[in-house]
């Protein structure tokens, strides 16, 4: 066909005209079905780049749920919504602790003043007291104890907590029936550990030198008090070792424990005591021979610091200015010091004359009547039972006194002795019975060997300081 003889419009032949394919296709749809694949194409590799895009980057792609968030801004409808937990759909959210709140009892203090402080009121004092098993020890509170409470977001008292010491807490805690309480117990780490010394001029100087508490230097002389008067004994030189107990919380030393074993040099004479349970399960302290070192009464009944006036038959009093028999002991110290009962008895006597002041009689069984005088107060009562080491009075100057200081005086009899040296007359103290005497030994024998080690140390140190204050001068 000719050019001139072609139908207007066709240029070339297209496959929708090839043979076997049917009717050529209407334009518009045809473009329609193009525009649709190519939608479809795009899309595809839209998200084959999404499915490689690092996690990071799809944070900030526009979401459907950011448009429809934007859609409700803009016509006044959105809402605030609760984001959905990490680990999965309607998971529960834990609420947290509801903070304690502390109070410490203070002198005077009652229960009802310490729950009124933090905002309680005394009908969960009540409930407390009332419903749990031992609500009534939180009635017996002591200065310095702590008690915290808890309550919920309503303000209701849910829990209490008694902190007694640090060893010791008890928390009561409400329940659908009521407060319910639990003691917690804890139990000190117990280490081991020892120390010496060598006194200059006193047991408590030589002590605190040593490292020594003031409550473990007056248990040793508690230890020791039967056989040594440490205001008179002591004399330079003398030498003391302890092994001991410190008890530790938290990895922190928080108190003092027992003396194990204790060893005391006294002009070149050595006192040991060891700590021993015997088979009755009574702890007590023993020389090496098994014999209890706790004595009928002790050489000296006062936290003394210095003696003012020793044992003399012709002493010229210090007010009367007349020669007096001075049948006793007087023992300088400080207002208020504690004095002590020398040994288990009754208290005979106790008053106030002119010449004694503030007095006490302990009679010790038939024979035996001690007396201290000028005290500052008493702390017992005529007919009342006393113990040995018990505080029966304090130290003063009452009655004729120049100053404070107790006056001790020991009757035998009727007859005053002289409370320094009738102690060697005296009933000789208990010993270990001999089935008690294999396991006593085996208990001791590390504590003797570790006092032996001290002892020689001591020497050692003392021979040291010898030769290099002779190199000195």
Do not use: C
């Not at 998200?47 to 996690?55: E, G, I, V, Y």
């Not at 035996?368 to 100057?397: F, M």
């Amino acid at each position: 066909m000719s050019a001139a003889n072609r139908p207007r419009g066709a240029t070339f032949t297209r496959q929708d005209d090839t043979p076997g394919l049917g009717p050529p296709l209407p334009r518009k749809p045809l473009l329609a079905a193009v525009a649709i694949i190519a939608t479809v194409t795009v899309t595809i590799a839209m998200l084959a780049n999404f499915s490689n895009t690092d996690p990071g980057e799809q944070n900030a792609e526009f979401t459907t749920e950011a448009a429809d968030t934007e859609f409700a801004r803009e016509n006044g409808t959105i809402t605030e919504k609760t984001s959905t937990p990490l680990n999965g759909a309607g998971a529960e959210q834990t609420a947290p602790e509801q903070p304690w709140i502390s109070r410490v009892v203070k002198r005077g203090d009652t229960l009802s003043l310490v729950f009124n402080r933090a905002g309680f009121n005394d009908r969960d004092v009540y409930d407390v007291i009332g419903q749990s098993d031992d609500g009534k020890s939180l009635e017996r509170i002591f200065p310095g104890q702590t008690i915290a409470f808890q309550a919920n977001q309503s303000g209701e008292l849910t829990a209490v907590r008694h902190v007694k010491s640090p060893l010791e807490t008890t928390t009561f805690r409400r329940d659908d029936t009521g407060f319910e309480s639990l003691i917690e117990n804890r139990l000190p780490e117990v280490r081991e550990a020892w120390t010496t010394g060598i006194i200059s001029s006193s047991l408590f100087l030589a002590g605190q030198e040593a490292g020594m508490s003031q409550n473990m230097i007056m248990e040793m002389a508690n230890i020791f008090g039967g056989v040594i008067d440490f205001v008179l004994d002591p004399r330079t030189g003398d030498t003391i070792q302890v092994v001991y107990e410190d008890l530790y919380l938290d990895g922190a030393k928080f108190r003092d424990g027992g003396i194990i074993a204790a060893s005391f040099t006294n002009q070149g004479e050595t006192f040991n005591a060891f700590r021993f349970t015997d088979g009755n399960g009574d702890t007590n302290y023993y020389n090496e021979e098994g014999v209890s070192m706790r004595k009928a009464f002790l050489m000296a009944p006062v936290d003394f610091t210095r003696i003012s006036s020793n044992f003399n038959l012709r002493r010229l009093h210090p007010i009367y200015k007349t020669t007096r028999p001075h049948r006793g002991t007087d023992y300088a110290a400080p207002t208020g010091t504690p004095v002590f009962s020398a040994g288990d008895g009754r208290v005979s006597r106790a008053g106030y004359s002119r010449a004694n002041g503030n007095y006490i009689f302990v009679k010790h069984g038939e024979q035996y009547i001690t007396k201290y005088l000028h005290l500052n107060k008493r702390k017992v009562k005529a007919g009342q039972r006393v113990s040995q080491g018990q505080i029966i009075g304090s130290v003063g100057s009452t009655g004729a006194a120049t100053g404070p200081h107790l006056h001790y005086e020991f009757l035998v009899n009727g007859v005053h002795r002289n409370p320094r040296t009738i102690h060697k007359k005296l009933p000789k103290a208990k010993s270990l019975p001999g089935a008690e005497m294999a396991n006593f030994r085996q208990t001791i024998n590390k504590a003797s060997s570790q006092l032996a080690v001290l002892r020689s140390n001591n020497h050692l140190a003392m021979r040291s300081s010898s030769k290099t204050n002779s190199a000195l001068n």
